[in-house]
């Protein structure tokens, strides 16, 4: 069945640039719509965006000017960029397919922004 | 402050009926489809209900998902221990973006 993986840095300094990529293993991630969410250690989650496999893309407003996402289908892959990372970032970040995270979902990764 | 709002605790007893309350506006769930997910602790969230009503593969009939005008609503019958999670909601919004529930955490007593 399909599986996401998530992968990239787990330690960042304020004012970095965060960058993941999400796997897509076991099934085509064309056709889809893949997600990005994140959760903060003990809170909500926060949908941060999606792609298409054309490449269109939607965004959370609240970080509309510092998100880009990307796909790269020969890969089989998707990944997140999100700049001049704060403290407020620190998350757990989980990739997803589907519009608003359907099924599956990677395992996520603790990103961690720290002086 | 999330955009959906949930009861940020339910509570129940083995074998009982609970219900998990999500309300939003007509923008969102008013007018699009709502997901349930369920996060077991230390875990990655799990799809439980899709299109408002729908049961992901595998998820026990136990769990119903319904939606009417702003709000949607989980229920779960036949409460049993290792329903015990946080709960959530999601929906798309006409202003083409993804919102959340703030999360209900859900303890079986």
């Known amino acids: 069945q399909v599986q996401l993986q998530e992968s990239g840095p787990g330690l960042l300094k304020p004012s970095e640039t965060l960058s993941l990529t999400c796997t897509v293993s076991?099934?085509?991630?064309?056709?889809?719509?893949w997600s990005w969410i994140r959760q903060p250690a003990g809170k909500g989650l926060e949908w941060i965006g999606r792609?298409?496999?054309?490449?269109?893309?939607n965004y959370n407003p609240s970080l509309k000017s510092r998100v880009t996402m990307s796909v790269d289908t020969s890969k089989n892959h998707f990944s997140l960029q999100l700049n001049s990372v704060t403290a407020a970032d620190t998350a757990v970040y989980y990739c997803?397919?589907?519009?608003?995270?359907?099924?599956?979902w990677g395992q996520g990764t603790l990103v961690t922004v720290s002086s | 402050q999330s955009v959906l709002t949930q009861p940020p605790s339910a509570s129940g007893t083995p074998g009982q009926r609970v219900t998990i309350s999500c309300s939003g506006s007509s923008s969102n769930i008013g007018s699009n489809a709502v997901n349930w997910y369920q996060q077991l602790p230390g875990t990655a969230p799990k799809l439980l209900i899709y299109?408002?009503?729908q049961r992901s593969s595998g998820v026990p009939d136990r769990f119903s998902g319904s939606k009417s005008g702003t709000s949607a609503s989980l229920a779960i019958s036949g409460l049993q221990s290792e329903d015990e999670a946080d709960y959530y909601c999601a929906a798309w919004d006409d202003s083409l973006n993804g919102v959340f529930g703030g999360g209900t955490k859900l303890t079986v007593l």
């Open positions: 792609i298409s496999t054309s490449g269109s893309t």
């Open positions: 076991g099934g085509s991630i064309s056709n889809y719509f």
């Open positions: 299109s408002s009503n």
């Open positions: 997803a397919r589907g519009t608003l995270g359907g099924d599956p």
